[in-house]
């Protein structure tokens, strides 16, 4: 199969009309999207991607009425939060329609929906009749694509087409939250919208749910993912262990370069110490170092509040974990 890179929505709802699968993109990662109502289109995002089946997929609408048509109910604080963030790096996990195919959902009652940010898969999503189910366009548990060339080094002959959106802006996948048995809202995933802005809105603390899992209930809490082929530790701005001292290393920091390494070794996130900006950076930069031909990548611990958690956690999971 010729993989093309390209900038045509019509190509593109051409495609997905069709059955096929189709790279999209949105402000936090490219998408890999299907029709989310074809068991047949959503079967071939698990093939593409070798995802498993029980890791549930998010459903991508144009709009909170088009989203409306998937969900039962649409408790108040959701109202709250889609007319604080939508379109926007949040996603939604609502009790879920029949029309909504279980394989999307991993056999769950609940679906993860969003209204993504990007104008052009905006528009490409108000000329189709039914949703984009969009998993990140990358092989499974390996480092999310924020490029239209990332998708094409990972999945260049599986694709036809990937519609070409610039690069990502936000650079990390999507908050999850979701409300439990008790109706409390929950967050399922760190992501692009910083929990304290979603605590704001609510004006209430949030409880964030275990997210490392080998049993997930929302999408993105493998406890295995965004990894890279090079082994990676993650450590704290000083450290710089002793253990990895006889090998080639590439470091990876928030902003300052590590004095006891050449600075050709090293990749820094965001010079001026901006966390939305190594969230941006952040896949890129995982991705540049992993082709550094390097025996381990060090990568900084970044600072806990605002997007620093979504970063750590994706860095948590990223890590080299012994077999």
Aim: hydrophobic share 40%.
């Amino acid at each position: 199969m010729n993989t093309v890179i390209g900038t045509d929505i019509k190509k593109a709802v051409e495609l997905l009309n069709k059955g096929e699968v189709v790279a999209i993109p949105t402000e936090t990662v490219y998408g890999l999207a299907a029709n989310a109502l074809s068991e047949d289109a959503v079967l071939r995002i698990y093939e593409v991607k070798q995802r498993p089946r029980f890791n549930p997929l998010i459903l991508h609408v144009a709009s909170l009425e088009h989203a409306r048509e998937y969900v039962n109910n649409l408790p108040v604080e959701a109202q709250q939060l889609t007319t604080a963030f939508w379109p926007g790096s949040l996603t939604l996990l609502l009790d879920k329609k029949e029309t909504v195919p279980d394989l999307v959902t991993a056999g769950s009652n609940r679906v993860a929906l969003r209204v993504p940010n990007h104008p052009l898969t905006l528009q490409l999503l108000q000329q189709l009749s039914f949703p984009l189910a969009a998993p990140s366009a990358n092989p499974s548990g390996y480092v999310s694509p924020t490029s239209a060339q990332h998708v094409y080094d990972n999945l260049h002959g599986k694709i036809p087409y990937i519609l070409d959106g610039g690069e990502c802006g936000v650079g990390v996948e999507s908050t999850i939250l979701g409300w439990n048995k008790q109706q409390q809202p929950e967050v399922y995933r760190l992501g692009g919208i910083p929990v304290e802005a979603i605590e704001e809105v609510l004006q209430q603390k949030l409880r964030i749910k275990k997210s490392i899992t080998e049993n997930p209930d929302a999408p993105g809490q493998l406890k295995s993912h965004y990894a890279t082929t090079t082994p990676l530790h993650l450590h704290a701005a000083d450290d710089l262990p002793v253990a990895f001292s006889n090998k080639k290393v590439i470091r990876i920091n928030f902003k300052n370069y590590h004095p006891s390494l050449p600075k050709e070794q090293q990749l820094i996130l965001s010079e001026n110490g901006s966390l939305e900006e190594a969230a941006k950076h952040l896949f890129k930069t995982l991705r540049a170092a992993d082709a550094m031909q390097a025996d381990v990548l060090i990568a900084e611990r970044l600072p806990g509040e605002g997007l620093g958690a979504a970063i750590n956690d994706r860095l948590e999971r990223a890590q080299f974990i012994m077999k």
